[in-house]
């Protein structure tokens, strides 16, 4: 079974332009999370969505939105791009929303640079 | 404001003895709480779930306890090896997971 695909690996943009990145989970999994990576503050929760729906969000500016397709696949989006959005972006599939308490499967990451 | 805090960012031991890492909370009433494994330029790997209504969790060297009362988790790892190096992440679910810094342990040979 093929694990959570997170593309591209790397990217770099510039200040004031967006990004999209993408997320396949692993087949079967309706429930995607985003999170963001820095040294200085570890993971921080985006959202998660599950069967299309956002289920819950965290403490980011609007700038940040996701969506998620009907084959579970997953897209954030970042507008407007900052020099502090700089940071490792990583998707995490599992089969049912995280109230119930599975584990998360991690993709590897995109790593965001913005100059 | 709910704070997730893993006392050391850093833990330098020598191999062969326990690693002891600390997951403390406020302000959190979380169902269940999980340790994963971050390797660099990678993403975290589960490693065990401990529910709100157990003491304690093991699998093979490693072991996990939850008091709900101090609002704190151990993760320990016995008999460790230079390959359980890593940054080890601690997560508290509910109704979402949010995850603690993160603290780095290497093992000396």
């Known amino acids: 079974k093929a694990g959570v695909t997170q593309t591209p690996r790397y990217l770099i943009k510039t200040r004031g332009q967006q990004v999209t990145l993408s997320c396949s989970p692993i087949s079967g999994h309706r429930s995607v999370s985003w999170y963001q990576q820095t040294p200085g503050q570890g993971l921080q929760f985006l959202f998660e969505y599950f069967s299309e729906t956002q289920r819950n969000k965290g403490n980011f500016p609007g700038r940040f939105s996701g969506r998620q397709f009907s084959n579970s696949r997953s897209e954030m989006n970042v507008s407007t791009l900052e020099l502090g959005d700089s940071a490792l972006y990583l998707c995490?599939?599992?089969?049912?929303?995280?109230?119930?308490?599975?584990?998360?499967?991690f993709g590897s990451g995109t790593q965001l640079s913005v100059l | 404001s709910q704070k997730i805090e893993q006392n050391s960012e850093a833990l330098n031991i020598q191999e062969g003895k326990t690693a002891t890492l600390t997951c403390n909370y406020t302000?959190?009433?979380?169902?269940?709480l999980q340790w994963y494994r971050q390797d660099p330029g990678r993403g975290p790997v589960f490693l065990l779930l401990?529910?709100?209504?157990?003491k304690e969790k093991r699998k093979e060297r490693l072991k996990v306890t939850f008091d709900t009362t101090l609002k704190q988790s151990l993760f320990h790892i016995t008999a460790s090896q230079p390959a359980d190096s890593a940054t080890y992440l601690c997560?508290?679910?509910?109704?979402?997971?949010?995850f603690g810094a993160g603290t780095r342990l290497t093992v000396k040979p």
């Open positions: 997560a508290l679910g509910d109704n979402d997971m949010r």
């Open positions: 302000n959190y009433s979380p169902a269940y």
């Open positions: 995490a599939s599992t089969t049912a929303p995280t109230g119930a308490a599975e584990k998360l499967f």
């Open positions: 401990i529910r709100e209504n157990e």
